[in-house]
């Protein structure tokens, strides 16, 4: 019965990345934007391309097209 406990709430549980690493820049940092299809970007990269990419409350991936919420 325990085990079957534990095992539910690892299922429910995520775990988040310790490091990311952005595709404009190539730095590693603790936190990027990102995208499930991969892409990652850093916060500063995302303030420079912010004019092509955004459209207020949200951010467009430029890989894959999918738009995010900030």
Not at 54 to 70: A, E, K, L, Q, Y
Request: net charge positive.
């Amino acid at each position: 019965m325990e085990r079957d406990d534990k095992a539910a709430k690892a299922a429910g549980r995520r775990r988040r990345r310790k490091t990311f690493q952005c595709h404009c820049c190539g730095r590693e940092l603790p936190f990027c934007w990102n995208c499930p299809c991969g892409f990652q970007i850093c916060n500063d990269c995302m303030e420079e391309n912010r004019w092509g990419m955004s459209n207020g409350p949200t951010w467009i991936c430029p890989d894959c097209g999918r738009v995010r919420m900030f």
